[in-house]
């Protein structure tokens, strides 16, 4: 099994920044690719970024050059960090964290983030 653990979520303002992260454990395998989502109120999960054990990332277009996605390997826990800049009002969402390895899907609990003035 794994388990994921994100934190970070908040109210900001438009024009803020935060700093997701998620903690990932358990059965990880030393090749994973982990994602964070986001699903809005009555809008489907929507991919925000991606980062494979090799250190490859991709985003989605309308986060480019605001977020950035970034994972630390530690021996028993690998950290999945989304920095968010410039955050809009359409940003708001719950932010899951999603790791695929060989074996396993797994998703975190989300951590909510709100962008209102």
């Known amino acids: 099994q794994v388990q994921l653990v994100e934190s970070g979520g908040g109210l900001v303002q438009p024009g803020g920044s935060l700093r997701l992260s998620c903690a990932a454990s358990g059965s990880i395998f030393s090749r994973n690719t982990m994602y964070w989502y986001r699903q809005a109120p009555g809008k489907q999960r929507e991919l925000v970024a991606g980062?494979?054990?090799?250190?490859?990332?991709?985003?989605a277009d309308s986060v480019k050059c605001r977020f950035s996605v970034s994972r630390d390997n530690a021996q028993n826990t690998v950290y999945l960090y989304l920095q968010m800049n410039s955050l809009r009002p359409e940003d708001t969402a719950v932010y899951y964290c999603?790791?695929?390895?060989?074996?396993?899907?797994?998703w975190g609990q989300g951590t909510q983030v709100t962008v209102s003035s």
């Open positions: 999603n790791l695929r390895n060989v074996l396993y899907n797994s």
């Open positions: 980062v494979t054990s090799d250190g490859i990332t991709n985003s």
